[in-house]
């Protein structure tokens, strides 16, 4: 069974950057696509990235974060640049089993996976 753990996050000042990670543990982790969300204090939870299996295809949300993957690690990497309070959140990876080349951050519910998700809080 694929599990996944968030790591990285923490307290960042406004205009800073952070990587998360997401890793993988167990089988499976290079046949799924891999997106990242987060969910705000009293908001539903929204898309950031997702990157495809094989890391060919990836989609960012903002052009200020970059997804990438090492499927050697099981490790997804979200960069996140030029920080601002309104990316405070709770930062969630998941996994959805790939069916083709594309990953897709609109159909949230065919992220079957979840981690725990890793606090980040933008402030000065």
């Known amino acids: 069974q694929l599990q996944l753990v968030e790591s990285g996050g923490g307290l960042v000042q406004p205009g800073g950057s952070l990587r998360l990670s997401c890793t993988g543990s167990?089988?499976?982790?290079?046949?799924?696509?891999i997106g990242w969300f987060r969910q705000a204090p009293g908001k539903e939870r929204s898309s950031v990235s997702c990157?495809?299996?094989?890391?060919s295809f990836a989609m960012n949300m903002k052009a200020r974060n970059r997804i990438s993957r090492d499927n050697v690690r099981k490790t997804v990497f979200l960069e996140m640049d030029n920080l601002e309070s309104e990316d405070t959140a709770i930062y969630f990876c998941a996994a959805r089993p790939a069916r083709g080349k594309f990953c897709q951050l609109v159909r949230k519910q065919e992220y079957t996976l979840w981690g725990q998700g890793t606090q980040v809080t933008v402030s000065a």
């Open positions: 990157v495809s299996a094989n890391g």
């Open positions: 167990g089988d499976g982790f290079e046949d799924h696509d």
